[in-house]
């Protein structure tokens, strides 16, 4: 009963190779996110959709593709991994973007490594 | 940029003892969240406290915001081991998603 799960929960690659993480929840909301944390623990968003929509594109290579199938999926595809893309990879969800009171609940990471 | 930056960025305190963190932000926002971070875990929310409200209690948990000086405060009281983690301020404005800190990491010591 999971409320936000990612899969797989480690990735191990070599440079230039194509993956994707998958991002499912269970809680019924409108607004999917994917974050980058990076070694010094800083979080920044990379994509938000609100049902099924592009709403957010922060600055991101466009190597990263999220795809949202539906609702309650959000995917994140990488093309030619680069070093640089090592991190860890967090899925979030919310009932709705902006306005009071949106608490986000996010996934267990994917902890990606690029070799 | 509205990013809330944490302080300090490590703190190491005894079991029992009462931790603080603090968060300050550059703009005006909508509401102001804490989260917590255990080692290798997704984030958990801990508390949201609107820009109209000065202070919020959940638990062991005391928020105060100060909007005139834009920043936050997140207090706990009589600190566990399992309260070892990273803390997070989040600050959401307008239609915009929240734009996390850079986080404070807590030790408590049994």
């Known amino acids: 009963d999971t409320a936000v799960s990612q899969t797989p929960k480690y990735l191990v690659t070599q440079m230039g190779n194509d993956k994707s993480i998958k991002c499912e929840q269970n809680l019924g909301h409108d607004t999917m996110y994917w974050y980058k944390q990076d070694s010094k623990k800083f979080l920044k968003i990379m994509f938000s959709?609100?049902?099924?929509?592009?709403?957010i594109n922060e600055t991101v290579p466009n190597r990263f593709s999220p795809k949202s199938p539906d609702k309650a999926h959000l995917n994140l595809h990488i093309n030619s991994l680069e070093l640089g893309d090592s991190a860890v990879y967090f899925c979030a969800s919310s009932q709705e973007t902006g306005g009071p009171g949106n608490e986000q609940f996010f996934g267990p990471g994917t902890r990606l490594t690029v070799l | 940029s509205q990013q809330g930056e944490e302080d300090p960025q490590a703190l190491s305190i005894q079991e029992g003892e009462n931790a603080t963190m603090n968060c300050s932000y550059k703009?005006?926002?909508?509401?102001l969240q804490w989260y917590r971070q255990n080692s290798g875990r997704g984030l958990v929310h801990l508390i949201l406290?609107?820009?109209?409200?000065r202070e919020k209690h959940s638990g062991r948990l005391r928020v105060t915001l100060d909007t005139s000086k834009k920043s936050s405060s997140l207090l706990i009281t009589a600190s566990r081991a399992a309260d070892t983690a990273s803390y997070f301020c989040a600050t959401e404005a307008g239609n915009t998603p929240l734009v996390f800190g850079k986080g404070t990491r807590l030790s408590v010591i049994a």
């Open positions: 703009t005006s926002i909508n509401n």
């Open positions: 406290i609107r820009s109209n409200e």
């Open positions: 959709y609100n049902n099924k929509e592009l709403i």
